[in-house]
């Protein structure tokens, strides 16, 4: 399902939460019996962008009727499955002088404890790569971890994935769907946008601080190219972009992700050419599995339970985390004329009370007013820096009636003037 980038209208919070200056985020869209659609005037501003959801085509179930069924609305909730990504982030921690003990304190998981079918909340999980980041040595450890995950592929409930064809077919299975994604990257969620060449693919964290936040994009940076690559038995040719300056340690950069590196730009992405998502994946890389554990690809986009290799039978999450929900609402909502949606209406979707909502979020350390300006200012960099739209085009975009209200808007939230944006 293709969805055009949403417009901006004001986000108002009718609670203790100050009102976010700017515009109102007018939702275009609804929240429809299976997922989530999205239109807006792209087309009319000539980019000829969409960003791409994966509501009913990756099984998302995510509708408005289920309340919070299908979110994960407590960090608390053990929904990762576990046991693999543990043994990775154990492994490349104690080879860089970690100590075992020191690494899972604090986290609530115990080593002798873990098997296969083990659930972890996001809270453990963040928590032990607290400690791998704190303890183990090198500025690569991000990358390795990456790296880590990804050579457990075949044992792990990821083995399913040998059953695709292409490499858009792999791509969207590892970056959007949900029930792989609390096996390989749990704390990460990819926003797709794609023009007539290019998909650009921007990742999105639950339950990470701003002290993780750089190695956790090099992790799912790094897991993403790993992963690729030996499912596809093949390096698939992908560029990065980074907010952060230029790294000292860039040798490590080119050497998990590549040489097409860029630094200082308005988002932290991942970016493919879409010629490269028609290659076909080379059967050699399933060369070690049987015939008889060869799924379709029907069966695995239909089926949440998969089995490991080991034959241990795992049911996986076919759940969004709250962030990743709240996100998403704020892109949609029930028709163009619902343009005061916020925080009272997001918690009746959800079936909880204000309180409870805000609680809930807090949990994960956000704010309805914090993703609420994610959204907004990920559409500026988009429309000023990727696309380089005039002040007129983005104002009328972003729902904002005059252009002194526009320019404040997107200072406030990028802290760079449009024309600082378009350089």
Not at 372 to 378: H, I, K, L, P, T
């Amino acid at each position: 399902m293709d969805l055009m980038l949403p417009r901006l209208n004001a986000l108002r919070d009718s609670e203790d939460e100050a009102a976010i200056a700017g515009a109102e985020y007018r939702h275009s869209t609804r929240l429809s019996g299976v997922g989530v659609s999205l239109k807006d005037d792209a087309k009319a501003l000539g980019m000829g962008v969409t960003v791409k959801d994966d509501a009913n085509e990756l099984d998302m179930g995510v509708i408005d009727s289920a309340g919070s069924a299908d979110v994960v609305m407590s960090s608390q909730d053990k929904v990762i499955v576990g046991y693999w990504l543990v043994r990775a982030a154990l492994n490349v921690a104690l080879s860089r002088g970690a100590n075992k003990n020191k690494l899972l304190r604090g986290t609530g998981i115990f080593e002798d404890a873990l098997q296969h079918q083990s659930l972890l909340s996001i809270n453990q999980y963040s928590s032990l790569l607290v400690n791998v980041q704190s303890q183990a040595r090198g500025g690569d450890v991000s990358f390795l971890l990456g790296g880590a995950f990804a050579s457990q592929w075949l044992s792990s409930p990821l083995n399913a994935l040998k059953a695709c064809e292409n490499v858009e077919q792999l791509l969207l299975q590892l970056t959007q769907r949900q029930t792989y994604r609390w096996c390989s990257l749990p704390l990460c969620q990819f926003q797709r946008f794609e023009n007539a060449d290019q998909i650009m693919l921007v990742p999105q964290f639950t339950g990470v601080s701003s002290k993780q936040l750089q190695f956790s994009i090099e992790v799912a940076f790094a897991s993403v190219v790993a992963l690729m690559k030996s499912i596809a038995n093949k390096r698939i040719r992908l560029s990065f972009s980074f907010t952060e300056s230029r790294p000292r340690n860039i040798a490590d950069y080119e050497t998990h992700l590549g040489l097409k590196l860029s630094f200082n730009r308005a988002f932290n992405s991942i970016w493919i050419e879409k010629d490269v998502l028609r290659q076909p994946l080379e059967l050699t890389a399933q060369s070690d599995c049987s015939a008889e554990s060869h799924v379709s690809m029907e069966g695995v986009v239909s089926n949440s339970a998969t089995q490991t290799k080991e034959g241990a039978s795992i049911e996986l999450q076919n759940r969004l985390s709250l962030p990743d929900f709240v996100r998403r609402y704020v892109y949609a909502s029930s028709n163009t004329q619902a343009a005061n949606i916020g925080l009272p209406e997001l918690a009746e979707t959800l079936d909880v009370s204000v309180a409870t909502l805000k609680r809930k979020l807090k949990e994960f350390g956000t704010s309805y007013r914090a993703l609420s300006e994610e959204v907004q200012r990920n559409h500026a960099l988009l429309l000023l820096s990727v696309h380089k739209v005039s002040n007129e085009a983005a104002a009328n975009a972003m729902g904002i009636n005059d252009l002194p209200n526009f320019r404040r808007t997107v200072k406030r939230l990028t802290g760079k003037t449009p024309s600082e944006l378009r350089i």
